[in-house]
């Protein structure tokens, strides 16, 4: 169904609480587009003076808007990474874990909550709308939508699943600990947490992936640090990122160095490896 089918949709429904929130739904969704068109119409200048030599006022004559009407989208529109986690807005996931008495038989991690809450300063800097949810022990699909799923395959099946159809990288246990594991090569990588004595960093895998018209991006550590430490390098590093990757399904895996819980600095350590 188009988007203007849903807008008359809206428009006929009888029940007005029905109504009321379908148009809010609608109203996010188009004002997200609306962005992507704004960052989409930043790119295609940029592109223009770049590729085809065009000068920007010979840009604005073409599109019949002012010289200074381009200098305001190039300085204005959202940058191209916001392209990383799709449209918009994007359901960002964090497991529900089963408790270890009857008093709390499922709660959120609070390590969880911080990286959700990370992942939701970031997309805000993107201009993106972060719609965040909790993900039960035994879900195995992914909402619609462009979505930030932040799960391993031990605190849920839709972890399992998503790092099952990874060509690259997964996560294997052995010897009573974790690793992430190179599907190609055999090569393993431990996290320091891991260690005797425990060192001070943690590992995480990241995976983007394009799922038909809509972006999944997944998230999992380690151990806890090891998620933030993702979101770390997303924050300080996306640019350069998406400049590498651009709209193609990778995976790659984050090393972080941390003083307590907080995480101090975080780098590359395989990949990104192409699907």
């Not at 964090?94 to 990370?118: I, N, S, W």
């Amino acid at each position: 169904m188009s988007k203007l089918d849903d807008f008359d949709a809206v428009r006929r429904d009888p029940d007005p609480i029905r109504r009321g929130r379908r148009a809010t739904a609608l109203m996010a969704a188009y004002q997200q587009r609306a962005t992507e068109l704004a960052r989409l119409r930043r790119e295609a200048i940029e592109e223009a003076h770049r590729d085809q030599g065009l000068t920007y006022t010979e840009i604005a004559t073409a599109l019949g808007i002012t010289k200074g009407r381009v200098t305001q989208i190039r300085t204005g529109a959202p940058s191209r990474e916001r392209a990383f986690f799709g449209v918009g807005p994007i359901h960002v996931g964090v497991p529900l874990r089963e408790g270890t008495d009857d008093r709390m038989r499922r709660y959120v991690d609070a390590a969880d909550l911080a990286t959700q809450e990370d992942v939701e300063t970031l997309l805000a800097t993107l201009v993106l709308t972060a719609e965040p949810f909790t993900i039960p022990p035994d879900t195995t699909g992914v909402p619609n939508g462009d979505g930030v799923i932040i799960c391993g395959p031990k605190s849920a099946p839709i972890g399992a699943a998503l790092m099952d159809s990874d060509p690259r990288l997964g996560m294997v246990r052995d010897d009573q600990r974790w690793w992430i594991l190179d599907k190609t090569t055999g090569e393993r990588f431990g996290s320091p947490l891991g260690d005797q004595p425990p060192g001070r960093g943690d590992i995480g895998y990241l995976s983007r992936r394009r799922d038909g018209n809509r972006v999944i991006v997944h998230i999992a550590g380690i151990h806890s640090p090891g998620s933030r430490g993702v979101v770390h390098y997303l924050a300080h590093h996306l640019a350069e990122l998406y400049q590498q990757t651009r709209d193609e399904s990778f995976s790659l895996a984050i090393r972080c160095r941390l003083d307590g819980l907080t995480v101090t600095g975080s780098e590359i350590l395989t990949g990104p490896h192409p699907w």
